[in-house]
T-cell receptor, first 114, second 110 residues
Framework: EAQVTQNPRYLITVTGKKLTVTCSQNMNHEYMSWYRQDPGLGLRQIYYSMNVEVTDKGDVPEGYKVSRKEKRNFPLILESPSPNQTSLYFC?????????????FGPGTRLTVL | QQPVQSPQAVILREGEDAVINCSSSKALYSVHWYRQKHGEAPVFLMILLKGGEQKGHEKISASFNEKKQQSSLYLTASQLSYSGTYFCGTDLTGFQKLVFGTGTRLLVSP
């Protein structure tokens, strides 16, 4: 089954404790991205990657890091989480170009930083 | 630059029609539409590329007015399953950097 997986689905942590949210896709997509979703603000892109070893900032990259060492994986790293990073996070993947290339979203990770 | 969606919320009775608009202040390469149900991930509906095309699937269709940099999503004869939040995502360059609007909440009642 074609899918994007994220782990963990739920996470409660404390300020300053480094964490990683994993993302993996099995569709051989070149393009992957991370979004955060907050009430009233919609989906905001954190980082995106066009291919292995190619990443770029989205609209709200502060406080986050990413890496793309393999095509299928795109982990999101919070080196020193703060309460304002409490949010719902989505990973997504897609093949670039084309009219019918939909973007697939993972199930989401709900993060709470105390 | 975040696209502007209107209206922010819509309440319909089953069988009624609705239009959701998405406007950008910048020239667009493409517009993407998604629907998200509560507690779930967004689900893809359709993509429109610049050129003013219109496309649709069953009773949900969309148009893209390149001159106005505006896209509209049309929901015809709404069903209960149409309830959710609709997001448009805009891509300025074709390099997949999608910027989403704040969403339109749609509630269809029996």
């Amino acid at each position: 089954e074609a899918q994007v997986t994220q782990n963990p689905r739920y996470l409660i942590t404390v300020t300053g404790k480094k964490l990683t949210v994993t993302c993996s896709q099995n569709m051989n997509h070149e393009y992957m991205s991370w979004y955060r979703q907050d009430p009233g603000l919609g989906l905001r892109q954190i980082y995106y990657s066009m291919n292995v070893e190619v990443t770029d900032k989205g609209d709200v990259p502060e406080g986050y890091k990413v890496s793309r060492k393999e095509k299928r994986n795109f982990p999101l790293i919070l080196e020193s989480p703060s309460p304002n990073q409490t949010s719902l996070y989505f990973c997504a993947s897609r093949s670039p170009g084309g009219k019918e290339n939909e973007q697939f979203f993972g199930p989401g990770t709900r993060l709470t930083v105390l | 630059q975040q696209p502007v969606q209107s209206p922010q919320a819509v309440i319909l009775r089953e069988g009624e029609d609705a239009v959701i608009n998405c406007s950008s202040s910048k020239a667009l390469y493409s517009v993407h539409w998604y629907r998200q149900k509560h507690g779930e991930a967004p689900v893809f509906l359709m993509i429109l590329l610049k050129g003013g095309e219109q496309k649709g699937h069953e009773k949900i269709s969309a148009s893209f007015n390149e001159k106005k940099q505006q896209s509209s999503l049309y929901l015809t004869a709404s069903q209960l399953s149409y309830s959710g939040t609709y997001f448009c995502g805009t891509d300025l360059t074709g390099f997949q950097k999608l910027v989403f609007g704040t969403g339109t909440r749609l509630l269809v009642s029996p």
